[in-house]
């Protein structure tokens, strides 16, 4: 839908400034200008609000290395979701970042990356032929657990930027405040899930032992 929406204000920028006039061609592109800035999430606040992650199903692997090369673990996730079809309104993507690249040898951070629903969208067949997948090494029913919410926009490569630049640093600080009322010093790290409008950044704030984790996390490199 936002291509479309990109497209007939491209279009009319394209017309008014050629057909039209100048000036009305220089509003319509400050107006498709700042469309996008906002669809991408340059504009969006930091906000955060308290949410009960429901019980759910997690398939996942473990990732281990640069996490600006982590992208290549969540193509291959596309293409399940393009092999099997799956609904992305019920099947999302997320990732697990135990490691903080500024603290520790960024070539050696730990992850793990898969796909989750929640068990209201259970699917036998669905799920069937996901754990069937060779790419899978671990899954696991997870219960339920509360978390820190804030949501991102996310349209493409700019969000993922915007989101390491303007929400982590803003999330790193919640979470030294939150210190004050829970214990997070085992916590496995931020959990983000992804649908194709927005990320979720989750900070775990209770029975946060129910996340899978990588295979060799430990409480000692968080």
Known sequence: MKYLTWLVLATSVFFSYFFINRFMGTFSFLVFFFKILADIGIFSSVKYSEFEFKDSYMWYKDYEGSYKKIY??????????????????????????????KKCDPDKCKAIVGIM?????????????????????????????????????????FSIFIAIQKYYPRLETKMSELTNK?????IPGIMELYSPDYIDFHIPLENYEELPTHSNFSKKTN
């Open 182 to 186: 829970y214990d997070l010093s085992g």
């Open 117 to 157: 629903r929640y068990d209201n969208n259970s699917n036998k067949t669905t799920d069937e032929l996901i754990s069937d997948l060779n790419m899978f090494k671990n899954e696991k029913k997870v219960k339920s657990f509360k978390t820190l919410i804030s949501r991102l926009p996310c349209f493409n490569f």
């Open 72 to 101: 290549t673990a969540f193509m291959e996730l596309q293409s399940v979701f393009k092999k099997l079809n799956l609904d992305q309104t019920k099947y999302f993507t997320f990732g697990i970042y135990h490691d903080d690249p």
